[in-house]
T-cell receptor
Framework: GESVGLHLPTLSVQEGDNSIINCAYS??????FIWYKQESGKGPQFIIDIRSNMDKRQGQRVTVLLNKTVKHLSLQIAATQPGDSAVYFCAEIWDNTDKLIFGTGTRLQVFP | GAGVSQSPSNKVTEKGKDVELRCDPI?????LYWYRQSLGQGLEFLIY????????KSGLPSDRFSAERTGGSVSTLTIQRTQQEDSAVYLCASRLGGIAYGYTFGSGTRLTVV
């Protein structure tokens, strides 16, 4: 079946630097994308979402970019902090369905 | 309640036993989802409820897995004759309405089959 994949399993960044987490998806019918943050022992926490009719959306210290031409999604975290250390998942909803399909995740490690 | 509540938080069971996992969604949330997360993996969709009905059961891995929801609220995921490969974290999420409302996840039940 269709799946959402991630380019890098682990990303290490220095505190204060910007982080970029990438995600590739294969289903052109996907119309809604969400980034989640999951800390150890907790459920996924919503970060930011974007619809397929947009190419960029900004939140507090986070930006999501969507390139439908190459089916690529990215999450940018500005001024990365130790509290940002977690596993980040992108997820997609296929057009006319009602379930999230998750990728395998990228672990973000922030070091001083 | 304020969030999605799952119980128990941890469950250790012997191979072959049945287990029940409970999810209390946010009050008023009509949609409820079960996912399974194996160690170091992403979330695997299991089943989705809209009210008390389950329009999509496509992710249930075998007929040992079943789920129900009563009163449009609490849901129970039952695994019969547990196997070691069933060991995982089982996550529940609820949503108020359309996708614009977003999904809220519980902290999960960590199931270990020994």
């Amino acid at each position: 079946g269709e799946s959402v994949g991630l380019h890098l399993p682990t990303l290490s960044v220095q505190e204060g630097d910007n982080s970029i987490i990438n995600c590739a998806y294969s289903n052109s019918a996907s119309d809604y994308f969400i980034w989640y943050k999951q800390e150890s022992g907790k459920g996924p926490q919503f970060i930011i979402d974007i619809r397929s009719n947009m190419d960029k959306r900004q939140g507090q210290r986070v930006t999501v970019l969507l390139n439908k031409t190459v089916k690529h999604l990215s999450l940018q975290i500005a001024a990365t902090q130790p509290g940002d250390s977690a596993v980040y998942f992108c997820a997609e909803i296929w057009d006319n369905t009602d379930k999230l399909i998750f990728g395998t995740g990228t672990r973000l490690q922030v070091f001083p | 309640g304020a969030g999605v509540s799952q119980s128990p938080s941890n469950k250790v069971t012997e191979k072959g036993k049945d287990v029940e996992l409970r999810c209390d969604p946010i009050s008023g949330h009509t949609a409820l989802y079960w996912y399974r997360q194996s160690l170091g993996q992403g979330l695997e969709f299991l089943i989705y409820f809209q009210g008390n009905s389950a329009p999509d059961k496509s992710g249930l891995p075998s007929d040992r897995f079943s789920a129900e929801r009563t009163g449009g609220s609490v849901s129970t995921l039952t695994i019969q004759r547990t196997q070691q490969e069933d060991s995982a974290v089982y996550l529940c999420a609820s949503r108020l309405g359309g996708i614009a409302y977003g999904y809220t996840f519980g902290s999960g039940t960590r199931l270990t089959v020994v």
